[in-house]
């Protein structure tokens, strides 16, 4: 577990090599963030064209103020996905529009 390693390391204690798994399929870290600012009246996140969403740490809720993303600390939440195949992880994650519908006003 990489936080044990890294606790560990920081201690100076003695960290046994992490060993890497092959992942069986096709995965995606997704930042949400916004074009523009103002008020999120509704986000709806859709699984679809071999799109699977793992986890959701959405932040925000409708009725939250958002900002134009310009960095970092304007993330509206994290997602964790898996898709069917290469092919459809690329398409998605190109065409966020297929999966995210927001409206923000």
């Not at 003695?14 to 916004?34: C, I, Q, R, W």
Request: charged letters at 25%.
């Amino acid at each position: 577990d990489m936080v044990e390693c890294a606790v560990l390391g920081a201690m100076g204690e003695t960290v046994s090599p992490v060993e890497m798994k092959n992942a069986d399929g096709f995965f995606g870290y997704y930042a949400l963030h916004s074009n523009r600012a103002g008020e999120l009246k509704k986000m709806k996140l859709s699984e679809c064209g071999g799109l699977r969403i793992l986890e959701d740490h959405v932040l925000v809720q409708p009725g939250s103020q958002v900002r134009k993303f310009v960095g970092a600390n304007a993330t509206m939440g994290i997602l964790v996905l898996s898709f069917e195949t290469n092919e459809a992880m690329q398409r998605m994650i190109r065409n966020p529009q297929l999966w995210i519908e927001m409206e923000i006003e």
